[in-house]
């Protein structure tokens, strides 16, 4: 049975790792070449459109918000999309049934994550570097109290096959303050390297083509997270944090947004 993958790509880092596939000016071409070579048949490709928290409306098949080669892919004719007003994948996976959700959790029990989880699917990242957090990381955080974040309603509209769908999305977010709020992904991708949950396929120029069990994953952050409550986050946002939640106050839409 083939592995499947839960993709996100990176266009500078493609050209530096695969710089020679570049030649074929197609870049579908180069794109289906490289994947071929890293002998990948069924993929989900993060085509990712933030129209819906932006603006309250989004469409099954928006044009992809990341970089030029996923909205390339994205309009292959033997490509679909995942169900998702935000996160939406486009696969070649014939196996994967579309269905509108309308109260919806991202990252929750009926997303693209849990159906991997169950499907044994991993983590593919294509020409990242280490400054790259990817999606994994809001999926690991349905495992553990997440402390740094929180639960935010959207309601708007989704477009499919020309009907219009109200959907309820809950999404977890950074508090609404000027104050520094990121993740510290430097540190928590050398953490996934060194300790073998990410494997390296290829490295250059500081790019990476790794891949990681999701199971595992999930399972590292957490116990990260069991030993120190802010580990995914940089510290600088871990320091101002830290001393709000010393005032009793919480990480709250009550506190942030009221």
């Not at 390339?72 to 033997?78: A, D, E």
Request: charged residues 30%.
């Amino acid at each position: 049975m083939n592995k499947k993958y839960l993709c996100h790509v990176d266009f500078l880092g493609l050209y530096n790792i695969f710089n020679d596939k570049f030649n074929n000016k197609n870049l579908k071409n180069v794109f289906n070449e490289i994947l071929e070579e890293l002998e990948i048949e069924i993929l989900y490709l993060a085509t990712f459109n933030y129209d819906f928290l932006k603006i309250g409306k989004t469409k099954y098949g928006a044009n992809s918000q990341l970089n030029e080669i996923t909205r390339l892919i994205q309009k292959q004719k033997n490509y679909n999309h995942t169900f998702d007003p935000v996160f939406s994948f486009c696969t070649n996976d014939k196996d994967y049934k579309f269905k509108i959700i309308k109260n919806f959790e991202s990252f929750g029990k009926d997303s693209l994550y849990e159906y991997a989880l169950k499907n044994n699917m991993e983590y593919l990242n294509l020409g990242t570097n280490l400054n790259f957090i990817s999606t994994a990381i809001h999926y690991a955080e349905k495992f553990f109290n997440v402390n740094y974040r929180y639960e935010k309603t959207f309601v708007g509209n989704y477009k499919y096959k020309n009907k219009n769908n109200n959907i309820i999305y809950k999404h977890t977010v950074w508090p609404m303050t000027k104050k520094f709020c990121n993740y510290d992904a430097k540190k928590i991708n050398k953490d996934l390297i060194k300790d073998g949950v990410w494997k390296v396929l290829k490295f250059k120029n500081g790019f990476y083509v790794k891949k990681a069990n999701i199971k595992l994953f999930n399972n590292y952050i957490k116990k990260k997270v069991k030993k120190d409550p802010f580990y995914p986050v940089h510290k600088k946002t871990k320091a101002w944090m830290a001393k709000f939640l010393k005032e009793n106050k919480q990480i709250s839409m009550k506190n942030f947004e009221s």
